[in-house]
């Protein structure tokens, strides 16, 4: 139903700052939680952040906790994911996905996310 298109991806020093948004459409945004999702070369797609449907709890993975931050404005159906700090091995392709907010289960994990975006390339280097 819903349609995600990430974008913001690219190319920053070590240390420095980028902001992904995933932008939905066609379904209701406020009816999802959504996340962010990422994955390098030779590694599994691992967890990163989420956020609930209403933006009322955030959840991150140890390795990106007190550097991104992640936030929605369901009034322009965008979720954001604000990067800080990166750096070299945050290098990965980051995805964004939706879970209908009915459905129960954890955040964490990918398979409980039914729609995905293309992805966006993220690259941080010296």
Sequence with gaps: QVQLVESGGGLVQVGGSLRLSCAASRGTFSSYHMGWFRQAPGKEREFVAAI??????????????????????????????????????DTAVYYC????????????????????GQGTQVTSSS
């Design 52 to 89: 609930s449907w209403s933006g009322g709890s955030t959840y991150y993975a140890d390795s990106v906790k007190g550097r991104f931050t992640i936030s929605r404005d369901n009034a322009k159906n965008t979720v954001y994911l604000q990067m800080n700090n990166l750096k070299p091995e």
């Design 97 to 116: 996905a939706a879970k209908a907010r009915y459905y129960t289960g954890s955040l964490y994990y990918a398979r409980e996310y039914a729609y995905w």
